[in-house]
């Protein structure tokens, strides 16, 4: 069995700054790793993924991830965050190989909330 | 490309009524994937659709939660009698197919629905 731990329920950043958002996992099997946004009034958007290659991995609006087996962590970060990157984060994990099994297994979400 | 859509965006229901929760994919998409959040806790995968067939309803909390998708269309979530813990965000996720290299799939969301029981 998966689970997934963030574990800052929100992080309040002044505009500009840079930001990191916490995520670690546990699995006795390898997973895929997934970090999704929920922008205020939408729904889930992909921000990126790992499934293989290299650790880091970049995805939209400035966002990247690093994955670190060892520490069985996949952090997000973003050098400069703007208000408009307030939003709920959440890292989600899926199995490999998923024999049929291809459901998301979530994090509790990180609120960042961005002080102007 | 219309994205995932869901119906209604807001339900507040009576405990012991019923409830009907509506979720159109992505045109073309086989996958289609329910899930609930719970008020202050995390989402949790409810069942996964391939076509028309259950592929996967192990997250389905009980009998009161009735999933169907006729013609591998859209997909219905019925939830007879609701009780107050059912109360939360439902959200349905579409994707196309699964990577045959990675056997993983992109999963586009829709807006949720959120379910109020009173």
């Known amino acids: 069995a998966q689970s997934v731990t963030q574990l800052d329920s929100q992080v309040p950043v002044f505009e500009e700054a840079p930001v990191e958002l916490r995520c670690n996992y546990s699995s006795s099997v390898s997973v895929y790793l997934f970090w999704y946004v929920q922008y205020p009034n939408q729904g889930l958007q992909l921000l990126l993924k790992y499934l293989s290659g290299s650790t880091l991995v970049k995805g939209i609006n400035g966002f990247e991830a690093e994955f670190n087996k060892s520490q069985t962590s996949f952090h997000l970060r973003k050098p400069s965050v703007h208000i408009s990157d307030t939003a709920e984060y959440f890292c989600?994990?899926?199995?490999?190989?998923?024999?049929?099994?291809?459901?998301?297994?979530w994090g509790a979400g990180t609120k960042l909330i961005i002080k102007p | 490309e219309a994205g995932v859509t869901q119906f209604p965006s807001h339900s507040v229901i009576e405990k012991g009524q019923t409830v009907t929760l509506r979720c159109d994919p992505i045109s073309g998409h086989d996958n289609l994937y329910w899930y609930r959040r719970v008020m202050g806790k995390e989402i949790k995968f409810l069942l996964h659709f391939v076509k028309e067939s259950k592929q996967d309803e192990s997250g389905m909390p009980n009998n009161r939660f009735l999933a169907e998708r006729t013609g591998g269309t859209y997909s219905t979530l019925k939830v007879q009698p609701a009780e107050l813990e059912d109360s939360g965000v439902y959200f349905c996720a579409s994707s196309q197919s699964v990577s045959r290299e990675y056997r993983t799939d992109t999963q586009y969301f829709g807006p949720g629905t959120r379910l109020t029981v009173l």
């Open positions: 989600a994990v899926s199995q490999v190989p998923n024999a049929g099994n291809y459901q998301l297994i």
